[in-house]
């Protein structure tokens, strides 16, 4: 069989294109994983501040008056619910998997304190009960926003 010589240079120009989509593709890669980094540091931040910015509106009178229960920072029973579906709701979204310790931090992260003697066992035992979020699997430890019909 006879090699034509341009099929060399064809195929030396191929797996050069490769290699060098390759990097790009790796390159884009980091830089995603870099970009996913300073995004979740940027929301952490913002959560912090949005909690100090609260904190503060209490305190020079600007916010609306506070509800009794909001008296308390500690979230319990019904309340804890709320706020925790609304974090759901509004950080991760209806249909997306988040581990239950993953969705107690993000309640955590937002400056929220949970009452009872074993914090992230109040938190369990109240997402169980909520109509609007349903586990994935069993004892799996995920559940995800119910999407509203």
Known sequence: M???????????????????????VEQRRRRCDELRRILDHFETQ?????????????L????P????????????????LEVSIELLRDRVGPGVPIHYRAWYELVRTAGHEIGGKDPLGTFLAQVNRADEV???GQRSGLYQLRAVA
């Open 134 to 136: 349903e586990p994935i």
């Open 65 to 80: 008056q506070m509800r009794i229960e909001q008296l308390d920072r500690r979230l319990r029973g019904r309340r804890l």
């Open 46 to 58: 913002t959560a912090r501040d949005e909690h100090v910015l609260r904190e503060l509106e209490a």
């Open 60 to 63: 020079l009178d600007l916010a």
């Open 2 to 24: 006879r090699v034509e010589p341009n099929a060399d240079s064809a195929l030396q120009l191929t797996v050069e294109q490769y290699r060098a989509l390759k990097g790009e």
